[in-house]
């Protein structure tokens, strides 16, 4: 698939290569879900923190399988909440070993990599509930024409800033540009501010991170055809060299270009960060104030662009398809999904999920972004191809490499593994 640009949202999505790597050969040849067979009554699903807070995460599905197992008699639906760390490597391994879950949570960038283990959700998705998502949604769960999961939640990363920063330096205007923001720059140094905050940590996704930037520039993870990765160009080259001068000028914390503390331990949670596109108004909240939070679009360089995801539950094969089917449905209503939606300040995938934060101006604000906002690339190689790039970009900032030389070394790693 080539790269489209739709009336609302923008989705980055590239083709996936036909040969496979060893690790997704033995996926292929495995029996995705529980093995448990067409009479078992048994759903068993994998799920991952998107409610932080345990005990809340803990209720809402409680309450969710307690009300579905009721309409169901003598069902039993087994949500297990797994730590987002080394998800895939887990996953991987329960599907090869033919025992993964019946239904998992996945991202955009996870459906290719596991596409030949999923139920198209065409094959249990009601007519009248796939009309009633989000071009976002759809578009970032569709992998070759096939949608391989069920959204149940959108989010936008927009750039937020800080209204007490600039207040302190006596500026009313907010950057909408990297200009803008290189602008401000020096003057917030000079008053102990930082201008942004940039998380270099390898362990980080660089969807929230360094590309945006690249999309800003212009520039794309891959080729359109999915053979090769683009962002050695002249687009990525300009992002990494922005963020780089970002880093030297001292316009952002040098420590979090390898370290990630714990939010309340870092100069955003301390006040000292004027604007950030890598947290959202949810994570700031208990430290900045809501009144503080001014929500603004990504940044532009030559387009306006962020990042933002779709949740989704996937029906991995070997399971009971119609069972578990219609558990997703269930789960994916318009009005069983809001709970987990309106947890962390999350949006409906579905236009009858109407407002769920109605007089809320913030989350409104939040919300209009959406339409500047991309899944990012739905590529098999996402995950890999981001594990040789991110310690090259930190390789850059640090100063060990040229952001050229840097993006050539990964581009170089990143084209032999496309090619195998």
Known sequence: MSRTTHRRIR?????????????????????GGSGSGSDSKTVTMWTYPVIFDEAKNKEYWDGLVKEFEKEHAGVTVKVETFPWANRDTALATAIASGKGPDVVYLVPDQLPKYAK????????????????????????????????????????????????????????????????????????????????SYSGDTQQTLNMTFYPLLWQAGGDVFAADGKKTAFSDAAGVKALTYLKKLVDGGYTDKDLVTTTPKLEQTPIAKGK????????????????????????????????????????????????????????????????????????????????????????????????????????????????????????????????????????????????????
């Open 273 to 420: 960060v004027a604007c950030t596109w890598q947290n959202t108004p949810a994570d700031v909240e208990p430290f900045w104030g809501k009144e503080n939070i001014v929500v603004q679009p990504p940044l532009k360089d030559t387009e306006s662009i962020g990042y933002g995801t779709v949740g989704a539950l996937s029906l991995l094969k070997g399971g009971n398809k119609d069972l578990a089917g219609e558990w997703i449905t269930f789960a994916a209503e318009a009005k069983n999904a809001a709970g987990l939606e309106t947890s962390a300040g999350y949006f409906p995938a579905r236009t009858s999920g109407g407002d769920l934060y109605p007089g809320d101006a913030l989350q409104k604000a939040v919300g209009d972004t959406l339409p500047s906002m991309t899944a990012g690339p739905l590529h098999e190689k996402s995950r890999e191809v981001m594990g040789v790039l991110a310690p090259e970009i930190q390789a850059a900032l640090l100063g060990k490499k040229s952001p050229q030389d840097a993006l050539d070394a990964a581009a170089k790693a990143a084209d032999a593994m496309l090619a195998r």
């Open 11 to 31: 989705i980055r999505a590239v083709a996936v290569p036909v040969v496979a790597t060893a690790l997704a050969t033995t996926l292929l040849a495995a029996c």
């Open 117 to 196: 283990n999923i139920v198209p959700a065409d094959e249990y998705m009601p007519a009248d509930a796939k009309k009633d998502y989000t071009e976002f949604a759809m578009d970032s769960v569709t992998v070759d024409g096939k949608a391989l999961g069920t959204p149940v939640l959108t989010s936008a990363n927009p750039l937020i800033c800080d209204k007490r920063v600039f207040d302190a330096i006596g500026e009313t205007a907010y950057p909408s540009t990297w200009a803008d923001l290189e602008a401000l720059a020096p003057e917030l140094k000079k008053k102990g501010y930082y201008a942004t």
